[in-house]
Protein backbone atom coordinates (compact mmCIF):
# COMPACT_ATOMS: atom_id res chain seq x y z
CA UNK A 1 0.00 0.00 0.00
CA UNK A 2 2.57 2.36 0.96
CA UNK A 3 4.22 1.82 -3.00
CA UNK A 4 1.34 2.59 -4.11
CA UNK A 5 0.48 6.06 -2.36
CA UNK A 6 4.35 7.09 -3.13
CA UNK A 7 3.41 5.97 -6.79
CA UNK A 8 1.22 8.02 -6.87
CA UNK A 9 3.06 11.06 -5.51
CA UNK A 10 5.87 10.80 -8.11
CA UNK A 11 3.38 10.71 -11.06
CA UNK A 12 0.86 13.44 -9.82
CA UNK A 13 4.17 16.14 -8.52
CA UNK A 14 6.99 14.86 -11.00
CA UNK A 15 4.95 16.16 -13.95
CA UNK A 16 5.62 19.67 -13.20
CA UNK A 17 9.17 19.85 -11.71
CA UNK A 18 10.91 20.59 -14.86
CA UNK A 19 8.07 23.19 -15.62
CA UNK A 20 7.89 24.56 -12.10
CA UNK A 21 8.49 28.15 -11.40
CA UNK A 22 10.72 27.94 -8.15
CA UNK A 23 11.47 30.94 -7.02
CA UNK A 24 10.39 34.88 -7.47
CA UNK A 25 13.35 36.00 -6.00
CA UNK A 26 15.29 38.84 -8.07
CA UNK A 27 18.30 37.37 -6.83
CA UNK A 28 17.82 34.37 -9.36
CA UNK A 29 19.14 36.82 -12.21
CA UNK A 30 22.60 36.37 -10.79
CA UNK A 31 24.10 32.97 -11.76
CA UNK A 32 22.22 30.10 -12.14
CA UNK A 33 19.49 31.12 -9.69
CA UNK A 34 18.82 30.64 -6.30
CA UNK A 35 20.32 27.60 -5.04
CA UNK A 36 17.91 25.49 -3.74
CA UNK A 37 17.44 23.56 -0.26
CA UNK A 38 18.98 20.01 -0.55
CA UNK A 39 17.87 19.45 2.62
CA UNK A 40 14.91 16.96 3.80
CA UNK A 41 12.01 18.52 5.53
CA UNK A 42 13.12 17.06 8.96
CA UNK A 43 16.78 18.50 8.04
CA UNK A 44 15.71 22.09 6.90
CA UNK A 45 13.86 22.72 10.63
CA UNK A 46 17.17 22.17 12.17
CA UNK A 47 18.44 24.99 10.59
CA UNK A 48 19.61 22.89 7.83
CA UNK A 49 22.11 20.46 10.50
CA UNK A 50 22.31 17.32 8.62
CA UNK A 51 24.87 14.88 10.56
CA UNK A 52 22.24 12.73 12.01
CA UNK A 53 21.47 9.47 10.82
CA UNK A 54 18.78 7.07 11.85
CA UNK A 55 16.93 3.79 10.30
CA UNK A 56 13.61 5.57 8.86
CA UNK A 57 14.87 8.77 7.53
CA UNK A 58 16.41 9.71 4.38
CA UNK A 59 19.02 12.22 4.63
CA UNK A 60 19.81 13.98 1.47
CA UNK A 61 22.98 16.26 2.31
CA UNK A 62 24.98 13.12 4.05
CA UNK A 63 25.09 10.59 2.24
CA UNK A 64 26.83 7.93 4.55
CA UNK A 65 23.57 7.96 6.56
CA UNK A 66 22.18 5.84 4.35
CA UNK A 67 24.56 2.91 6.21
CA UNK A 68 21.53 3.74 9.25
CA UNK A 69 18.36 2.84 7.21
CA UNK A 70 16.43 -0.46 8.36
CA UNK A 71 13.65 -0.18 6.31
CA UNK A 72 13.02 1.33 2.54
CA UNK A 73 12.11 4.50 2.87
CA UNK A 74 9.82 6.85 0.36
CA UNK A 75 10.16 10.75 0.91
CA UNK A 76 8.58 13.54 -0.64
CA UNK A 77 8.72 17.23 0.08
CA UNK A 78 6.92 20.79 -0.69
CA UNK A 79 7.35 24.05 0.25
CA UNK A 80 5.06 27.04 0.04
CA UNK A 81 7.51 30.52 0.01
CA UNK A 82 5.57 33.72 0.70
CA UNK A 83 8.53 36.75 -0.31
CA UNK A 84 7.63 40.47 0.96
CA UNK A 85 10.07 42.84 -1.39
CA UNK A 86 10.94 45.98 -0.48
CA UNK A 87 13.15 48.99 -1.84
CA UNK A 88 13.82 52.39 -0.43
CA UNK A 89 10.31 53.55 -2.33
CA UNK A 90 8.39 50.68 -3.17
CA UNK A 91 7.43 47.04 -1.73
CA UNK A 92 5.55 44.46 -3.31
CA UNK A 93 4.20 40.72 -1.73
CA UNK A 94 4.54 36.94 -4.25
CA UNK A 95 4.38 33.73 -3.45
CA UNK A 96 5.73 30.11 -5.15
CA UNK A 97 4.56 26.49 -4.41
CA UNK A 98 7.25 23.79 -4.88
CA UNK A 99 7.91 20.20 -5.29
CA UNK A 100 11.50 20.02 -3.34
CA UNK A 101 12.39 16.59 -3.33
CA UNK A 102 11.16 12.93 -4.33
CA UNK A 103 13.76 10.37 -2.98
CA UNK A 104 13.90 6.35 -1.83
CA UNK A 105 16.76 4.98 0.55
CA UNK A 106 16.71 1.25 0.71
CA UNK A 107 19.26 -0.96 3.62
CA UNK A 108 21.11 -3.64 1.17
CA UNK A 109 22.39 -5.46 4.15
CA UNK A 110 23.28 -4.20 8.16
CA UNK A 111 25.16 -1.22 8.11
CA UNK A 112 24.75 -0.48 4.14
CA UNK A 113 22.72 1.84 2.00
CA UNK A 114 21.60 3.21 -0.99
CA UNK A 115 19.06 5.73 -2.00
CA UNK A 116 18.54 7.78 -5.51
CA UNK A 117 15.56 10.56 -6.30
CA UNK A 118 15.28 13.76 -8.14
CA UNK A 119 15.30 17.31 -7.13
CA UNK A 120 15.86 20.62 -8.16
CA UNK A 121 19.05 22.76 -7.97
CA UNK A 122 18.38 25.70 -9.12
CA UNK A 123 15.56 28.22 -10.01
CA UNK A 124 15.12 30.98 -12.22
CA UNK A 125 12.06 33.08 -11.56
CA UNK A 126 12.50 36.98 -11.73
CA UNK A 127 10.17 40.12 -13.66
CA UNK A 128 12.36 43.27 -13.04
CA UNK A 129 12.04 46.78 -14.61
CA UNK A 130 14.16 49.44 -14.19
CA UNK A 131 13.68 53.60 -15.14
CA UNK A 132 15.43 56.45 -15.54
CA UNK A 133 15.21 59.84 -17.21
CA UNK A 134 17.69 61.60 -19.27
CA UNK A 135 17.37 64.76 -20.87
CA UNK A 136 13.46 64.31 -20.81
CA UNK A 137 13.71 61.12 -22.09
CA UNK A 138 12.06 58.16 -20.32
CA UNK A 139 14.11 54.47 -20.74
CA UNK A 140 12.76 51.36 -19.30
CA UNK A 141 14.72 48.35 -19.24
CA UNK A 142 12.71 45.21 -18.43
CA UNK A 143 14.05 42.06 -17.47
CA UNK A 144 12.79 38.27 -17.33
CA UNK A 145 14.13 35.20 -17.11
CA UNK A 146 12.52 31.69 -15.62
CA UNK A 147 14.24 27.95 -16.13
CA UNK A 148 17.13 26.71 -13.56
CA UNK A 149 18.36 23.05 -13.54
CA UNK A 150 17.47 20.08 -11.85
CA UNK A 151 19.51 16.74 -10.03
CA UNK A 152 18.94 13.34 -10.26
CA UNK A 153 21.23 11.34 -7.59
CA UNK A 154 22.40 8.29 -6.38
CA UNK A 155 24.09 7.40 -3.34
CA UNK A 156 25.44 4.54 -1.20
CA UNK A 157 26.40 4.19 2.56
CA UNK A 158 28.34 1.87 4.52
CA UNK A 159 29.92 1.39 8.15
CA UNK A 160 32.94 0.94 7.95
CA UNK A 161 33.46 0.44 11.69
CA UNK A 162 31.00 0.58 14.40
CA UNK A 163 31.33 4.17 15.30
CA UNK A 164 32.57 4.96 11.57
CA UNK A 165 30.42 5.40 8.34
CA UNK A 166 30.84 6.89 4.85
CA UNK A 167 29.00 7.67 1.69
CA UNK A 168 28.93 8.80 -1.93
CA UNK A 169 26.72 10.31 -4.39
CA UNK A 170 26.82 11.24 -7.85
CA UNK A 171 24.57 13.64 -9.03
CA UNK A 172 23.83 14.30 -12.80
CA UNK A 173 22.65 18.14 -13.74
CA UNK A 174 20.79 19.13 -16.05
CA UNK A 175 18.02 21.96 -17.54
CA UNK A 176 17.45 25.15 -19.24
CA UNK A 177 18.05 29.12 -18.30
CA UNK A 178 16.13 31.49 -20.76
CA UNK A 179 16.51 35.53 -20.00
CA UNK A 180 14.65 38.65 -21.84
CA UNK A 181 16.20 42.21 -21.31
CA UNK A 182 13.86 44.32 -23.35
CA UNK A 183 14.87 48.61 -23.59
CA UNK A 184 12.30 51.22 -24.62
CA UNK A 185 12.59 54.81 -25.02
CA UNK A 186 9.79 57.65 -24.66
CA UNK A 187 11.09 59.49 -27.98
CA UNK A 188 11.53 55.44 -30.35
CA UNK A 189 9.09 54.18 -32.00
CA UNK A 190 11.15 50.76 -31.32
CA UNK A 191 12.14 48.81 -28.97
CA UNK A 192 15.24 46.60 -28.34
CA UNK A 193 15.13 43.04 -27.12
CA UNK A 194 17.92 40.59 -26.09
CA UNK A 195 16.87 36.90 -25.44
CA UNK A 196 19.38 34.10 -24.62
CA UNK A 197 19.45 30.94 -23.70
CA UNK A 198 21.59 28.15 -21.95
CA UNK A 199 21.18 24.53 -22.00
CA UNK A 200 23.28 22.49 -19.03
CA UNK A 201 24.20 19.71 -18.30
CA UNK A 202 27.35 17.85 -16.02
CA UNK A 203 28.26 15.82 -12.62
CA UNK A 204 29.19 16.44 -9.52
CA UNK A 205 30.13 13.86 -6.34
CA UNK A 206 29.60 14.46 -2.68
CA UNK A 207 31.39 12.56 0.19
CA UNK A 208 30.61 12.31 3.61
CA UNK A 209 32.20 11.12 6.91
CA UNK A 210 30.59 10.59 10.33
CA UNK A 211 32.32 9.67 13.31
CA UNK A 212 29.49 9.17 16.16
CA UNK A 213 31.14 7.72 19.22
CA UNK A 214 29.34 6.84 22.93
CA UNK A 215 30.99 9.46 24.81
CA UNK A 216 28.58 8.00 28.02
CA UNK A 217 26.28 5.11 28.13
CA UNK A 218 23.46 7.44 27.33
CA UNK A 219 24.96 10.27 25.16
CA UNK A 220 26.35 10.12 21.82
CA UNK A 221 29.05 12.75 20.46
CA UNK A 222 27.88 13.31 16.13
CA UNK A 223 30.71 14.51 13.87
CA UNK A 224 30.68 14.77 10.21
CA UNK A 225 32.86 15.75 7.17
CA UNK A 226 30.97 16.73 3.95
CA UNK A 227 32.54 17.66 0.64
CA UNK A 228 30.68 18.96 -2.48
CA UNK A 229 33.07 18.57 -5.20
CA UNK A 230 33.29 21.28 -7.78
CA UNK A 231 30.30 20.83 -10.31
CA UNK A 232 31.26 21.01 -13.52
CA UNK A 233 28.69 21.64 -16.18
CA UNK A 234 28.69 21.87 -20.22
CA UNK A 235 26.63 24.76 -21.87
CA UNK A 236 25.23 25.27 -24.90
CA UNK A 237 24.29 28.97 -25.28
CA UNK A 238 22.03 31.16 -27.78
CA UNK A 239 21.18 34.49 -27.95
CA UNK A 240 18.86 36.79 -30.46
CA UNK A 241 18.58 39.76 -30.54
CA UNK A 242 16.42 42.69 -32.37
CA UNK A 243 13.90 45.38 -32.36
CA UNK A 244 9.92 45.07 -31.70
CA UNK A 245 6.63 48.19 -32.24
CA UNK A 246 5.93 49.70 -29.54
CA UNK A 247 2.68 49.58 -30.28
CA UNK A 248 2.03 46.19 -31.89
CA UNK A 249 4.59 43.98 -29.64
CA UNK A 250 5.31 42.67 -33.38
CA UNK A 251 9.31 41.22 -33.25
CA UNK A 252 11.63 43.30 -36.03
CA UNK A 253 14.69 42.06 -37.94
CA UNK A 254 15.69 39.61 -35.13
CA UNK A 255 18.69 38.31 -35.68
CA UNK A 256 20.66 35.60 -34.14
CA UNK A 257 23.76 36.15 -33.10
CA UNK A 258 26.92 34.12 -33.95
CA UNK A 259 28.63 32.89 -30.80
CA UNK A 260 30.46 30.46 -32.60
CA UNK A 261 32.66 33.24 -33.55
CA UNK A 262 32.62 35.11 -29.95
CA UNK A 263 33.74 31.26 -28.48
CA UNK A 264 31.20 32.09 -26.31
CA UNK A 265 28.50 28.92 -28.22
CA UNK A 266 30.05 26.06 -25.67
CA UNK A 267 31.16 28.13 -22.50
CA UNK A 268 31.86 25.85 -19.13
CA UNK A 269 30.20 26.69 -15.80
CA UNK A 270 31.75 26.10 -12.77
CA UNK A 271 30.66 26.37 -9.21
CA UNK A 272 33.18 25.40 -6.66
CA UNK A 273 33.77 23.06 -4.11
CA UNK A 274 31.93 23.51 -1.05
CA UNK A 275 32.94 21.95 2.74
CA UNK A 276 31.19 21.34 5.78
CA UNK A 277 32.24 20.37 9.22
CA UNK A 278 29.72 19.48 11.46
CA UNK A 279 29.53 19.08 15.55
CA UNK A 280 26.91 18.20 18.10
CA UNK A 281 25.62 15.95 21.34
CA UNK A 282 22.57 13.40 21.80
CA UNK A 283 20.54 11.35 23.86
CA UNK A 284 18.94 8.65 21.06
CA UNK A 285 15.77 8.60 20.48
CA UNK A 286 15.43 11.43 22.68
CA UNK A 287 17.28 14.66 22.13
CA UNK A 288 19.83 16.50 19.67
CA UNK A 289 21.80 19.47 19.44
CA UNK A 290 24.46 20.58 16.58
CA UNK A 291 26.22 23.15 14.32
CA UNK A 292 27.64 23.15 11.11
CA UNK A 293 30.15 25.41 9.40
CA UNK A 294 30.02 26.04 5.69
CA UNK A 295 32.77 27.20 3.57
CA UNK A 296 32.78 27.34 -0.44
CA UNK A 297 35.38 29.38 -2.70
CA UNK A 298 33.19 31.47 -4.71
CA UNK A 299 35.15 34.11 -6.20
CA UNK A 300 36.06 31.01 -8.62
CA UNK A 301 32.84 30.60 -9.65
CA UNK A 302 33.46 30.75 -13.35
CA UNK A 303 30.24 31.60 -16.22
CA UNK A 304 31.17 33.31 -18.69
CA UNK A 305 27.94 33.79 -21.13
CA UNK A 306 26.03 35.66 -18.15
CA UNK A 307 28.24 38.43 -17.00
CA UNK A 308 27.12 40.97 -15.03
CA UNK A 309 29.02 44.31 -14.76
CA UNK A 310 27.69 45.71 -10.44
CA UNK A 311 28.30 41.48 -9.64
CA UNK A 312 31.59 40.43 -7.64
CA UNK A 313 31.73 36.77 -6.32
CA UNK A 314 33.50 36.49 -3.63
CA UNK A 315 34.02 33.28 -0.54
CA UNK A 316 30.98 32.25 0.72
CA UNK A 317 30.19 30.85 3.92
CA UNK A 318 27.30 29.60 6.56
CA UNK A 319 26.66 28.64 9.90
CA UNK A 320 23.40 26.79 11.47
CA UNK A 321 22.39 25.36 14.57
CA UNK A 322 19.56 22.98 15.29
CA UNK A 323 18.51 20.32 17.09
CA UNK A 324 14.96 17.79 17.78
CA UNK A 325 13.21 16.51 20.89
CA UNK A 326 10.89 13.37 21.61
CA UNK A 327 9.32 13.74 25.12
CA UNK A 328 8.69 9.65 24.83
CA UNK A 329 8.93 7.88 21.11
CA UNK A 330 7.45 4.33 22.19
CA UNK A 331 4.35 6.36 24.28
CA UNK A 332 1.61 4.37 23.52
CA UNK A 333 -1.03 6.51 25.78
CA UNK A 334 0.07 10.16 24.78
CA UNK A 335 0.27 10.82 21.09
CA UNK A 336 2.16 14.25 21.63
CA UNK A 337 4.37 12.43 23.63
CA UNK A 338 5.75 10.29 20.29
CA UNK A 339 5.92 14.07 18.22
CA UNK A 340 9.30 15.20 17.09
CA UNK A 341 10.36 18.72 17.91
CA UNK A 342 12.59 20.81 15.53
CA UNK A 343 14.34 24.15 15.67
CA UNK A 344 17.24 25.70 14.35
CA UNK A 345 18.95 29.10 12.70
CA UNK A 346 21.37 29.57 9.67
CA UNK A 347 23.48 32.59 8.83
CA UNK A 348 25.13 32.53 5.54
CA UNK A 349 27.10 35.06 3.24
CA UNK A 350 25.84 34.29 -0.05
CA UNK A 351 29.56 35.07 -1.56
CA UNK A 352 27.33 37.69 -4.50
CA UNK A 353 28.47 41.08 -3.71
CA UNK A 354 26.01 43.43 -5.76
CA UNK A 355 26.72 47.22 -5.98
CA UNK A 356 29.37 47.18 -3.06
CA UNK A 357 26.98 45.51 -0.68
CA UNK A 358 27.15 41.76 0.36
CA UNK A 359 24.15 39.64 0.36
CA UNK A 360 23.59 37.58 3.61
CA UNK A 361 20.83 35.71 4.30
CA UNK A 362 18.88 35.08 8.00
CA UNK A 363 16.63 32.17 8.95
CA UNK A 364 14.75 31.17 12.05
CA UNK A 365 13.38 27.42 11.77
CA UNK A 366 11.17 25.29 13.48
CA UNK A 367 8.69 22.50 12.98
CA UNK A 368 7.14 18.74 14.08
CA UNK A 369 7.42 15.17 12.93
CA UNK A 370 4.00 13.69 13.54
CA UNK A 371 3.71 10.05 13.72
CA UNK A 372 1.19 8.78 10.99
CA UNK A 373 -1.40 6.38 13.45
CA UNK A 374 0.80 3.40 15.22
CA UNK A 375 3.00 3.11 12.29
CA UNK A 376 6.68 3.97 12.20
CA UNK A 377 6.13 6.33 8.86
CA UNK A 378 5.81 10.55 9.66
CA UNK A 379 4.08 13.63 8.13
CA UNK A 380 7.07 16.65 8.72
CA UNK A 381 5.72 20.14 8.90
CA UNK A 382 8.24 23.15 9.30
CA UNK A 383 7.91 26.37 9.16
CA UNK A 384 10.80 29.23 8.59
CA UNK A 385 10.80 32.56 8.93
CA UNK A 386 13.92 35.08 6.87
CA UNK A 387 15.08 38.03 5.18
CA UNK A 388 17.95 38.04 2.73
CA UNK A 389 19.50 41.55 1.00
CA UNK A 390 19.33 44.97 1.70
CA UNK A 391 17.44 47.60 0.51
CA UNK A 392 20.65 49.93 0.26
CA UNK A 393 22.56 50.87 -2.67
CA UNK A 394 18.85 50.64 -4.77
CA UNK A 395 18.72 46.66 -4.05
CA UNK A 396 16.15 44.79 -2.59
CA UNK A 397 15.34 43.45 0.65
CA UNK A 398 13.37 39.84 1.02
CA UNK A 399 11.50 39.01 4.38
CA UNK A 400 10.06 35.64 3.59
CA UNK A 401 7.77 32.71 5.87
CA UNK A 402 8.24 29.57 3.99
CA UNK A 403 6.13 26.57 5.41
CA UNK A 404 7.51 22.95 3.79
CA UNK A 405 5.89 19.58 4.22
CA UNK A 406 7.41 16.50 4.08
CA UNK A 407 6.25 13.09 3.61
CA UNK A 408 8.05 9.98 4.92
CA UNK A 409 6.81 6.44 4.37
CA UNK A 410 8.73 3.49 6.04
CA UNK A 411 7.99 -0.55 3.79
CA UNK A 412 10.28 -3.59 4.08
CA UNK A 413 11.30 -4.32 0.44
CA UNK A 414 13.05 -8.01 1.33
CA UNK A 415 11.24 -10.19 3.44
CA UNK A 416 11.85 -13.46 3.85
CA UNK A 417 8.99 -15.79 2.99
CA UNK A 418 7.76 -18.28 5.55
CA UNK A 419 5.99 -21.73 4.63
CA UNK A 420 4.01 -22.91 7.54
Same mark, same amino acid.
Request: net charge negative; no cysteine; aromatic share 12%.
Given at each position: ????????????? +?????? $???????????????????????? $? =? =????????????? *???? #???????????????????????????????????????????????????????????? +?????????????????????????GL??????????? &?? @???????? *????????????????????????????? &??????????????????????????????????????? $?????????????? %??????????????????? #??????????? %????????? %???? $????????????? *??????????????????????????????????????????? =??????DI? @??????????????????? *??????????????????EN?????????????????????
Amino acid at each position: MIKKIFVAIVIFT +SLGLSA $QNGTVSPYSYFGLGDTRNSGTVDN $Q =M =MGGVSMVGDSIHI *NLKN #PAAYSKLMLTTYAAGISYNSLSLKTSDASQNTSVTNLDYLAIGVPLAEGFGMGFGLMPYT +SVGYDLEDSMTIDDVAITNTYAGDGGLNRVYFSLGYQM &LE @DVSIGATV *NYNFGTINSTRVQTSSDAQYGALDRRETR &LGGFDFNYSINYTPKISEKYTLYTSIGVDTQVNLNAENS $QSIGSFSRVTGQEI %EVVDVNLDAQARKFAPVRI #PTKTTLGVGVG %EDLKWFLGA %EYTF $QEFSKYKNDFFEV *NNLVYNDASGFAIGGYFVPEYNSFTNYLKRVVYRAGLRISQTG =MEINNEDIN @DFGITFGTGLPLGRDISNL *NIGFEIGKRGTIDAGLIKENYFKVNIGLSLNDKWFRKRKIN
